[in-house]
């Protein structure tokens, strides 16, 4: 599967952004997804997943409460509304897709990635 992430650009703290990845290539909803994202010398870290039902979702707890992961499957895209953005969300964000089972947060267990798109926020 291929997928495509849009949405990034550059906004205050406190704004928001939606990010959007558009999957092909595969059967979108056979496939848990997530969004995970690195800022500059840092590791890539998990940001938000939800499962192929969309019935579970899941968050990191930096981003809980401000952002929303969501997925369309008719549509097969997966998104992630971000809300009362801060500078240390600034990274490029990935969308990954993971045919295992169980919803996981651990990019190892994601099979297929985006390029990324980069979210810079300023104060």
């Known amino acids: 599967v291929q997928l495509q992430a849009s949405g990034g650009g550059l906004v205050q703290a406190g704004g928001s952004l939606r990010l959007s990845c558009a999957a092909s290539?595969?059967?979108?909803?056979?496939?848990?997804m997530g969004w995970f994202r690195q800022a500059p010398g840092k590791e890539r870290e998990f940001v938000a997943g939800i499962s192929r039902t969309g019935g579970s979702t899941v968050y990191a707890d930096s981003v809980k409460g401000r952002f929303t992961i969501s997925s369309d499957n008719a549509k097969s895209t997966v998104y992630l509304q971000m809300n009362s953005l801060k500078p240390e969300d600034t990274a490029v964000y990935y969308c990954a897709a993971s045919v295992q089972s169980i919803l996981s947060i651990s990019r190892r267990e994601f099979t297929y990635w985006g390029q990324g798109t980069q979210v810079t926020v300023s104060s």
């Open positions: 290539g595969g059967t979108f909803s056979t496939y848990n």
